[in-house]
């Protein structure tokens, strides 16, 4: 079982531009920690450096566990798929098991995949192609392959982007109750910030040159915070704000001035 995640002093830097710097963090297992802040903050960069697959120029990720290897789950911010790719929504969630394709699947890792399914309620569609799928029924398909190797951690990029909000809802329920019922640690990237404020215990906002770390999410419900990250007039008071990208609507409040 996964203890805690920590993040210490990470630097990364891409062409000598600084993107993330000096950032430390700790997430606990049980926890959802949300990470909000412009598009080009270093949202997905602290993502990639915790899974490992990008290299900091200084800093270090420890994953401390019960086991020899923390398994972590990723779905990433965007997946192009084919809609005529031939592969079975239940091929496309078995591939994140060691052993890739069904047929090869051990006992343990079948018992699993049939579990996760049950879980994500993807079973009903497990014969249908993955790119016959909706939007939302294609996220489903990817947070259960994420899942079927029982995570330590799961690290979600902006998974509930282009959903429904009952969809979001929904998925954002299911990534919850991982958390909580398997004692996942769970950082999540989004730009909702309704659906940070709900579910998040924790989270990071961050921007170019500067981030905090928030113990609750009360800090959303102050607009000078938002706008000294966003730099733009975002308020949880105006829905429709909310979900404008926030450099469209700094752009759009500089043409209006
Ligand atoms: N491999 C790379 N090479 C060069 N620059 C990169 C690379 N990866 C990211 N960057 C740059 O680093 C900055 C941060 O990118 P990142 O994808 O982490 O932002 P983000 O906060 O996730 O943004 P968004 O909300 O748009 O997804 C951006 O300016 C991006 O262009």
């Not at 994953?63 to 789950?73: L, T």
């Amino acid at each position: 079982m996964l203890k805690n995640v920590r993040v210490d002093h990470l630097q990364v830097s891409f062409n000598g531009q600084d993107v993330l710097q000096d950032l430390s963090l700790d997430v606990s297992a049980g926890e959802l920690f949300a990470v909000i802040g412009p598009n080009g903050a270093g949202k997905s960069t602290l993502l990639k450096c915790i899974l490992g697959l990008l290299k900091p120029q200084s800093g270090s990720v420890q994953i401390e566990s019960d086991q020899k290897k923390a398994v972590i789950g990723y779905v990433p911010q965007s997946r192009v798929i084919d809609d005529e790719t031939p592969i079975e929504t239940k091929d496309f969630i078995s591939l994140g098991q060691s052993s890739g394709l069904l047929p090869w699947l051990s006992k343990k890792e079948r018992k699993s995949l049939k579990e996760i399914m049950e879980f994500t309620d993807t079973l009903r569609f497990a014969k249908k192609s993955i790119g016959k799928l909706s939007g939302g029924e294609r996220q489903r398909a990817f947070l259960a392959q994420a899942l079927v190797r029982y995570p330590d951690l799961l690290l979600l990029d902006e998974s509930t982007a282009n959903l429904d909000p009952a969809a979001q809802e929904e998925m954002m329920k299911l990534v919850k109750k991982v958390a909580r019922e398997w004692h996942v640690a769970v950082i999540f990237i989004s730009h909702d910030l309704h659906l940070v404020k709900e579910y998040a215990d924790r989270l990071l906002l961050i921007a170019p040159g500067r981030y905090e770390i928030a113990e609750s999410t009360e800090v959303l419900d102050q607009p000078e915070t938002l706008h000294y990250y966003y730099h733009s007039e975002l308020s949880m008071d105006h829905e429709s704000t909310i979900s404008v990208d926030p450099m469209i609507h700094a752009q759009f409040s500089e043409t209006v001035k």
